[in-house]
Antibody, heavy 120, light 107 residues
Framework: EVQLLESGGGLVQPGGSLRLSCAASGFSFSNYAMSWVRQAPGEGLEWVSDISGSDDSTDYADSVKGRFTISRDNSKNTLYLQMNSLRADDTAVYYC?????????????WGQGSLVTVSS | DIQMTQSPSSLSASVGDRVTITCRASQGISNYLAWYQQKPGKVPKLLIYAASTLQSGVPSRFSGSGSGTDFTLTITSLQPEDVATYYCQKYNSAPHTFGQGTKLEIK
């Protein structure tokens, strides 16, 4: 059974940093692209970033480019999202998500989400 | 960047009705489109990928069609458990934008 368990969320002041982790199990982690998707309170889904399972290439939404960094440690089956220069509009539930293939594709498994609140 | 526009933003239908949700891309994306269902307080769930391929375990009353810029999600006979918000997502190239969502309620 595929499991994605996020951790690292919490309350942070504007301008601060936070690192989210996603522990993956139940599948061959290195063989799949992984994504972060967020959802602000009462709002829709927003794609944030993904990382390929073939060559570790990465992509970012314009709203986070230059501030967030996605990475993966295949030896630990763990996905990361380093978030710097956080702003109030980064407040959201952040979902770790697994794609259907090595390259970014439709998401067939989602974590339960980790809430990040940016507030003073 | 390619924009994804869903319509309607919300709709109300009766049990047993045929429901259609539309997703339009501002440029062609071939069939690189997925549909998700998010029930209140729950995690999104993949329904359809490659525009028309039903994800394993999804009831056959759900179907997807389209290619290029215009796509539809159809529920042939609406059930009470289908109350949810539905999202489309493009994944041909980054950014992998979601539509704004369609909230489906039972009349």
């Amino acid at each position: 059974e595929v499991q994605l368990l996020e951790s690292g969320g919490g309350l942070v002041q504007p301008g601060g940093s936070l690192r989210l982790s996603c522990a993956a199990s139940g599948f061959s982690f290195s063989n799949y692209a992984m994504s972060w998707v967020r959802q602000a309170p009462g709002e829709g889904l927003e794609w944030v970033s993904d990382i390929s399972g073939s060559d570790d290439s990465t992509d970012y939404a314009d709203s986070v480019k230059g501030r967030f960094t996605i990475s993966r440690d295949n030896s630990k089956n763990t996905l990361y999202l380093q978030m710097n220069s956080l702003r109030a509009d980064d407040t959201a539930v952040y979902y770790c998500a697994k794609a259907r293939s090595k390259v970014p594709a439709a998401i067939n498994h989602w974590g339960q989400g980790s809430l990040v609140t940016v507030s003073s | 960047d390619i924009q994804m526009t869903q319509s309607p933003s919300s709709l109300s239908a009766s049990v047993g009705d045929r429901v259609t949700i539309t997703c339009r891309a501002s440029q062609g994306i071939s069939n690189y489109l997925a549909w998700y269902q998010q029930k209140p307080g729950k995690v999104p769930k993949l329904l359809i990928y490659a525009a028309s391929t039903l994800q394993s375990g999804v009831p056959s009353r759900f179907s997807g069609s389209g290619s290029g810029t215009d796509f539809t999600l159809t529920i042939t006979s609406l059930q009470p458990e289908d109350v949810a918000t539905y999202y489309c997502q493009k994944y041909n190239s980054a950014p992998h934008t979601f539509g704004q969502g369609t909230k489906l309620e039972i009349k």
